[in-house]
T-cell receptor, first 111, second 114 residues
Framework: AQSVTQLGSHVSVSEGALVLLRCNYSSSVPPYLFWYVQYPNQGLQLLLKYTSAATLVKGINGFEAEFKKSETSFHLTKPSAHMSDAAEYFCAVSSPNDMRFGAGTRLTVKP | KAGVTQTPRYLIKTRGQQVTLSCSPISGHRSVSWYQQTPGQGLQFLFEYFSETQRNKGNFPGRFSGRQFSNSRSEMNVSTLELGDSALYLC?????????????FGQGTRLTVV
């Protein structure tokens, strides 16, 4: 069975500071990994996905994530936070027949 | 290109009633998945349909059912509603089947059971 753990249900950063959202996964097969963002009263929007092509994945809005097999991690980063980045972020792991989401991390950006 | 459309956006039902939610995928997408999102349980996979066939099903009771039509539009039905069914129900569509493909989400239907 697959599972995802997002460390930290809430993360607060200052505008312009580094954003680091942590995600660890468990999977018995080579995983596909995703990061999604959800704004209030909206659906999920895909930020980026890992499909084994490259360990460093660049996504939209300046986000990127690095797949580290030895650490079973897929942390999301952005060098400089913007006020518009405030949202909830979900890490997900999938195989062809299953998708599991983490509990989510709410990102707050302080001016 | 229009995105995934879910109707209605908001719904209030009484315990014991049934409800039907609708999802129109992105044009050309033939795979539709449904998710339930609650504060307590987070995002949970309900089921996936492709070419009118259910391919995968999550761990939900039989009160939750769905179907897909020949035009790829999908509906999900919840019978004998319980208070715990109050949630945001999200639909996602993708071009090809499989939970490992890129999915595009609708804005969701917020169901409140009173």
């Amino acid at each position: 069975a697959q599972s995802v753990t997002q460390l930290g249900s809430h993360v607060s950063v200052s505008e312009g500071a580094l954003v680091l959202l942590r995600c660890n996964y468990s999977s018995s097969v080579p995983p596909y990994l995703f990061w999604y963002v959800q704004y209030p009263n909206q659906g999920l929007q895909l930020l980026l996905k890992y499909t084994s092509a490259a360990t460093l994945v660049k996504g939209i809005n300046g986000f990127e994530a690095e797949f580290k097999k030895s650490e079973t991690s897929f942390h999301l980063t952005k060098p400089s936070a913007h006020m518009s980045d405030a949202a909830e972020y979900f890490c997900a792991v999938s195989s062809p027949n299953d998708m599991r989401f983490g509990a989510g991390t709410r990102l707050t950006v302080k001016p | 290109k229009a995105g995934v459309t879910q109707t209605p956006r908001y719904l209030i039902k009484t315990r014991g009633q049934q409800v039907t939610l609708s999802c129109s995928p992105i044009s050309g997408h033939r795979s539709v998945s449904w998710y339930q999102q609650t504060p307590g349980q987070g995002l949970q996979f309900l089921f996936e349909y492709f070419s009118e066939t259910q391919r995968n099903k999550g761990n939900f009771p039989g009160r939750f059912s769905g179907r897909q039509f020949s035009n790829s539009r999908s509906e999900m039905n919840v019978s004998t509603l319980e208070l715990g069914d109050s949630a945001l129900y999200l639909c996602a569509s993708s071009f090809s089947p499989g939970m490992d493909t890129e999915a595009f989400f609708g804005q969701g239907t917020r169901l409140t059971v009173v």
